[in-house]
């Protein structure tokens, strides 16, 4: 199975150089190969303008891959994926508490009732430490 994986990346990373190869220049930084699935070509691009200039010239490209990869290409189905930065992770589980307020959370745990919310300070508590 992990072979199987392997391969298929390299297989998209091949194929993604001739699809840059393939394009117009100043196409070239802004798309690339997402996957080949029945004789289609599926391309991201950081930009609708590109999307729209990529499917003018599908028919070309269409003709022009299939020759380079001795395999039909009769599709290419263009999606906009915008480049982004992902969200960075906090460690949930670490939290800063100076020493006195885990003290006085602990002290109120100690003098509540409510034993839901005793369990909860003392977690609180603990998780601080």
Do not use: G
């Amino acid at each position: 199975m992990l072979n199987q994986l392997s391969r298929r990346a390299r297989l998209l990373e091949q194929l993604n150089y001739l699809l840059q190869q393939a394009l117009p220049t100043p196409f070239a930084a802004h798309c690339r190969l997402a996957n080949i699935h029945d004789a289609t070509l599926i391309i991201h691009t950081d930009n609708a303008s590109y999307a729209s200039l990529i499917r003018f010239q599908a028919p070309v490209l269409c003709k022009t891959l299939s020759t380079e990869l001795d395999m039909p290409i009769d599709k290419i189905d263009v999606k906009v994926r915008p480049n982004y930065v992902p969200l960075q992770r906090t460690n949930v589980n670490s939290i800063s508490l100076p020493k006195s307020a885990a003290a006085s959370l602990l002290q109120a745990a100690q003098t509540v009732d409510n034993e839901p919310l005793k369990i909860a300070l003392e977690k609180l508590v603990k998780r601080a430490i």
